[in-house]
């Protein structure tokens, strides 16, 4: 779902921001938005940002996966292309690519936060079930050592197949053999939705610890019982709950637009990103010279226009990483609170 929702969020804003155009040096520009489906695929990737530059002359692209941006960083800067790289892999910083703004928040400053939160309400015994990508991998390498310097012990280490496994019986109940007092999961919404749903009919009632891929919000409606089958898990907090007017506009309208129940991080992360895009290109007086729109980002970023800001954005860092206003969100008595960041 995720690469949907970004797309979402991207048609949604060019959509706005068409309906009177921008104006960059005494011209009126407008955004066209071209999608290929790389299906995750890194290769894929690569040759359909190849195929982009050829045919449509981007002056930024989209990538919703960590696999996805460093193939493309092997080339975008010799060709001139801003990656937009939404996805909260920190590895993708090492590279120091100049042409690369890093849309979503890093993974890495979840793991303190959920694990305080999960320690204080339900103790410090933890099974690691989260998906078997690389992305759930580098996930664990960030969590046990932060868990275990808490004073938390890993009492389980497992991972989750989701393309091929549906039944998750067996490793479920294996992890719960060891007694854990928190599970760590994460993967696709819906499979991690069902993951949680197989622990608590195993009889498992206490902590969840969600990596970010999974939404909590998009997971309460996979569940009959919604917010209140996840009570006890801790993620990235939804967006329906900021109750800001900016956050309630795109809320109803995205909602309207997609038919969809929820909107997801992912689909404001990528509207925003474009509004920042646009007033990074005004701001430098350019729409074609990639070096100086990203020279011009925290210049732009002001001139977002408020009621655009669905979650606030204070600026680019120096390594390229948008620097969001996020919070954690926890599900108790099948309401989901703020928790804010260490």
Known sequence: MKHINVLNGLEMAAEEINQEGFEVDGKTYKIEIVALDDKYLPNETGVNVQRMISENDPIAVWIPHS?????????NEQEDLIIMAQTSEPRMYEQGNELMIGVSPQYNIWPKTFSKYMMENFGNKMALLPTNSQYGKDWINVIK??????GGEIVYEGEIDFAKETDYFTVMTNALNTNP???FVGGPSEQTSLVIKQAKDLGFEDGFMVMDQAKIEEMSG???EGYDMLNGSIGAYPIEEYNTEASNIFVEKYKSVYKEKFATADSSLSYQSLYVLVESMKAAGTVDKPKEIMDAVNEGIPNVPVEKMVIPLN????VGSLQWEFNAGAVKDG???SVPLE
């Open 67 to 75: 696999g996805g941006v460093f193939a493309t960083q092997v080339f």
């Open 145 to 150: 050592p932060v868990w275990e310097e808490m």
């Open 181 to 183: 007092d928190v599970l």
């Open 222 to 224: 996979f569940l009959e």
């Open 315 to 318: 600026e680019i860092n120096d």
């Open 335 to 337: 309401e989901v609170i």
